[in-house]
């Protein structure tokens, strides 16, 4: 592999650039960056990954266009978190999500299970996750973090980052933790506006970036950055972190002493691009600290970067020594990954994949994630002989991080070879509306058991709402949360609830196993429920993960 001296500025500003396209086949844009200006990586999403081969084809084609260009192999990375936050999302073995981990507390488990993940990833020409997201969501109205985070205790998220940090690096790629320093506790989604974080130094210290302190002792390679604003660390003003030497360098490099890859969040995103354009913010980026910035969307956005970083060298605002540190950084770690990589025929992988070792691991995670939060077992069990009605939600995705689902498996479904007596299922809008409310409440009049799934109530109060008229009536009703369990804290009526994190259809099977008394459920909650004022039908407290400071 070539070293940084061999390079020419151009060469090296394209190392430093990881840039998306749209499509399942490269196109004439994605051709131009490569050929022409030198891209050194790829982001991949849904929209370029349909299914396995096609994307084993896919990889192997961008490699050998980059080397033709430069000889220098590419980063190939994509957002494999687990859950609904997952690019190529059939035929390869998927992760929970992270939350679900979280429930399950078994980092060894973990760790197999990111490893043989990683392996598959690996197989199929991806060498970067942006995985595993080490925020502390303490917040329970967070629109962006949620359930991809696995909860709200410091020590529990440091632990299970690392396990699957551990598990993705041992499988053979690279793990770039996120979202440093912590996208945690904030209230707006940075694709739209900045996030401003207002801690103490102690509880900045205590909370947000402790797992980061952490994983870079454990020898992380990669540090994806969060475009939040932290004022006491910017002199008082909200700069991006992304942006800020403050953050990058003194905070990251030199206090925390981190020397791998600085990554950054898509730098166009509207947090960190308003009134300065995509080019000023990478510009600015670098000025931080950043070594790889993400544009992973728009071809002129890609083309202003390149621009603006090449200008900002030759007037002297980057210097040429600044490029080398980061490019050294990029290739160092690029001759340890991605040197010894051999070429390998789609027959040599297709049947390494959904490797029924990595498979039977995560169907541990998601047995174990099962949670009841309930007075007695039998609050939370189903009589196969009694009359049953499951009130299922129709579920979409709950920010721009996550795609649409693709699994369209109900838990009626999963339910129906183990309930004799009669058995119905009604899929109800995902904002129900009064209307319907009154209809679902007078047809659930005529069964002896309840089970109301709810998911995103805090986008959507009409299944709360359901859910609470259901509970008024009498009968049994079982609440089930399909995603973050803090929206159960709505109905501190209820005599047991169940929460599972997600809606796999294996996570549904064990949720089924659990309801009618096969299985103990085993989970613990990874998140502290809010306390609910009845009255106002308003959560009236916020959650902390630490004692030591709060959110203002």
Same mark, same amino acid.
């Given at each position: ?171 053979? &790629? ?39 302190? %952490? ?19 910017? +002199? ?100 340890? %990954? ?44 189903? =009589? ?44 109800? +809008? ?23 799934? &709810? ?6 109060? +009409? ?5 609470? %008229?259901?509970? +008024? ?7 089930? =949360? ?71």
């Amino acid at each position: 592999m070539k070293a940084t001296h061999e390079l020419t500025l151009k060469e090296k500003i394209g190392q430093m650039l990881m840039t998306g396209f749209e499509g399942l086949e490269p196109d004439m844009n994605i051709y131009d960056l490569l050929q022409n200006h030198y891209i050194g990586g790829i982001v991949l999403f849904s929209r370029n990954l349909d299914h396995p081969e096609q994307a084993f084809a896919l990889t192997q084609r961008l490699q050998r266009i980059a080397k033709a260009a430069t000889g220098i192999p590419l980063w190939i990375g994509t957002d494999q978190e687990g859950g609904m936050v997952v690019r190529l999302r059939q035929g390869i073995a998927q992760l929970p999500a992270a939350m679900a981990m979280g429930a399950a507390r078994n980092p060894e488990l973990l760790y197999e299970a990111a490893r043989g993940t990683a392996e598959e990833l690996k197989l199929l020409g991806i060498n970067m996750n942006f995985a595993p997201v080490v925020d502390i969501n303490v917040n329970p109205r967070n629109p962006i973090i949620d359930v991809r985070a696995f909860g709200d205790d410091t020590e529990l998220v440091s632990d299970l980052g690392i396990a699957a940090m551990r598990g993705f690096r041992d499988g053979g &790629i690279v793990s770039a933790i996120k979202h440093f320093p912590g996208h945690g506790d904030t209230e707006t989604d940075s694709h739209a506006e900045l996030p401003v974080v207002r801690h103490s130094l102690e509880r900045l210290h205590t909370v947000e970036l402790v797992p980061f302190h %952490r994983a870079t002792s454990a020898g992380a390679e990669a540090i994806m950055t969060a475009h939040v604003g932290i004022p006491l660390l910017t +002199g008082g003003v909200p700069i991006p972190a992304t942006l800020s030497r403050d953050i990058l360098s003194g905070l990251l490099r030199e206090e925390l002493g981190f020397d791998g890859l600085i990554i950054t969040d898509c730098m166009e995103m509207n947090a960190v691009t308003q009134g300065i354009g995509v080019g000023e913010a990478v510009v600015q980026a670098v000025l931080a600290g950043a070594d790889l910035l993400l544009v992973s969307h728009t071809y002129e956005s890609q083309l202003e970067a390149v621009a603006s970083l090449e200008r900002a060298v030759l007037e002297g605002r980057l210097t040429e020594a600044r490029i080398d540190v980061s490019v050294t950084r990029l290739l160092r770690l690029k001759e340890r %990954r991605l040197g010894l990589l051999r070429a390998h025929s789609w027959e040599e992988t297709w049947n390494l994949l959904e490797h029924p070792r990595t498979l039977r691991r995560i169907e541990q995670l998601r047995e174990a994630s099962i949670t009841a939060i309930s007075r007695e077992p039998d609050d939370y069990r189903l =009589s196969p002989e009694v009359d049953t009605l499951v009130l299922w939600p129709q579920i979409t995705a709950a920010c721009k991080s996550e795609d649409e689902p693709l699994y369209d498996t109900t838990l009626g479904s999963s339910l129906r070879t183990f309930i004799s007596a009669k058995l119905d299922e009604i899929v109800y +809008g995902t904002n129900p509306s009064s209307e319907e409310i009154d209809a679902l409440a007078a047809e659930a009049e005529g069964y002896g058991q309840i089970i109301a799934g &709810i998911f995103h109530t805090a986008s959507h109060p +009409g299944q709360t709402a359901l859910v609470r %008229r259901l509970l +008024g009536g009498g009968g049994k009703v079982i609440p089930v =949360s399909l995603r973050n369990p803090v929206d159960l804290a709505a109905f501190p009526e209820a005599r047991s609830c169940l929460a599972c994190y997600e809606h796999h259809p294996d996570t549904l099977l064990a949720l089924s196993r659990v309801l009618m008394g096969i299985v103990e459920p085993t989970g613990t909650l990874p998140v502290t429920l809010l306390k609910y004022d009845l009255e106002r039908g308003v959560a009236d407290e916020r959650r902390s993960a630490s004692t030591t400071g709060s959110a203002t």
